[in-house]
């Protein structure tokens, strides 16, 4: 089953009424110009159906079967620019070919960065899973920092988070989140926000909640709790859940660039090696607290979940990809600081930014999969992939 009629509707009706309406729509500063803008106000009902209806498709050539547990793996998949070398990985590699269930963000459906292909509809044709795609954004350009280097215009300029999964997938949910910040009011504009999907995965031996989640980078650490808030206030009771992503827990309010260079300066005088040490890779012990307190709140459980205390993703002052992006709201002069704070370090910071969370769930073995992005001369993506077993 490929994608429904309505869905390829909708992508058609994105085709042709958004390319005419890219300048117009550029020149707004804020959201609230946008939303006043005659060029907004045409295609708004659009906008609104595009970013509210799930892309399902079901490619799975039979029922797979019972297991004593179950593999779940979350990776942030960076567009899926490298989709090539992340399904072979899918194929081949030890671990990735036993997963059961990836959650997925920051997943393309027609961007010139990532080839204008739908990477989340690509990877589950290919690995014969069920996919649902939820997206969150329709870019107005071809992204940010060197993605703005690649060749031709977007297709269809969407991207958001998926659940694939080898059984199915049923009560589908989208559960939007609000933007940390203004996402027309910075150089790369989207319309939309995050959105949460969440599903519910059915195997022959026990049913479940999988939610793929991504916080907002560009926000506080206030408004990533909130917006996990948002999530845990949408899922329904009665079945076990995992929650797994990119949560962004980098310690840092990323609001506004002057108070991350405030953040980064006190960090610099609490010591570098304590921060990566006691922070960067805990982030549930002080900065991020307010988010993993929520969670053992609503009865969640991330200590066997997690490989405590190992990063996920490792800043590189000298990656042009990293520093692109940072490049466009912070200040040329903060990365001499930046190189200068790292020097003990060869310039690299980890951070432990993806993360499970699971109730009502007997979880086992959860690891970080290093070698998809270190030593390689083209990384796979710039998060690590993490997994996690279900015993049933």
């Known amino acids: 089953m490929t994608r429904s009629v309505y869905q390829e509707q909708l992508y058609a009706a994105l085709t042709r009424e958004i390319p005419p309406r890219l300048e117009a729509l550029a020149q707004c500063r804020s959201t609230a110009e946008m939303e006043v803008h005659p060029a907004y106000r045409a295609i708004a009902p659009l906008v609104a159906r595009c970013l509210a209806t799930p892309h399902i498709a079901d490619f799975r050539p039979e029922e797979a079967p019972a297991r004593p547990c179950y593999r779940v793996l979350a990776w942030n998949i960076e567009r899926g ?43 589950a044709r290919e690995l014969g899973m069920a996919q649902v795609f939820a997206p969150c954004y329709i870019a107005l350009g071809k992204g940010s920092g060197v993605e703005r280097q690649v060749e031709g215009d977007n297709v269809l300029g969407l991207h958001g988070n998926a659940i694939l999964s080898r059984y199915p997938i049923r009560d589908i949910r989208l559960i939007p989140l609000d933007n940390g910040v203004d996402k027309m009011a910075h150089r790369e504009k989207r319309l939309g926000r ?69 953040g980064f300066w006190l960090r610099v005088m609490m010591g570098v090696d304590h921060v990566i040490r006691n922070h960067y890779l805990h982030p549930e012990r002080r900065f991020e607290r307010g988010l ?101």
């Open 81 to 123: 620019t490298q989709l090539e070398a992340q399904l072979e990985a899918f194929r081949t590699h030890p671990y990735l070919k036993t997963c059961d269930v990836l959650l997925l963000t920051e997943a393309d459906a027609g961007m010139a960065r990532s080839g204008n292909r739908m990477v989340a509809e690509v990877l």
């Open 194 to 262: 995050q959105a949460a999907v969440a599903a519910r995965i059915d195997f022959p031996n026990l049913s479940l909640h999988a939610v793929s989640v991504h916080l907002d980078a560009q926000s506080t650490q206030r408004h990533r709790r909130e917006q996990m808030r948002s999530v845990l206030d949408e899922l329904p009771s009665g079945l076990p859940v995992i929650l797994g992503g990119d949560w962004n827990t980098s310690t840092y309010d990323s609001s506004h660039a002057f108070r991350a260079i405030l």
């Open 292 to 392: 993993f307190q929520l969670l053992g709140d609503r009865g969640f459980e991330y200590q066997r979940s997690n490989r405590m205390g190992e990063h996920t993703i490792c800043y590189d002052v000298s990656d042009p990809r990293a520093t692109g992006s940072l490049r466009e709201w912070v200040p040329e002069w903060c990365f001499a600081f930046i190189r200068w704070a790292l020097r003990s370090h060869e310039g690299r910071c980890p951070m432990k930014l993806d993360w499970f969370a699971t109730r009502g769930l007997r979880v086992e073995n959860p690891v970080v999969i290093h070698d998809l992005r270190e030593g390689r001369a083209a990384p796979m993506s710039d998060h690590d992939a993490i997994g996690v077993d279900i015993v049933v």
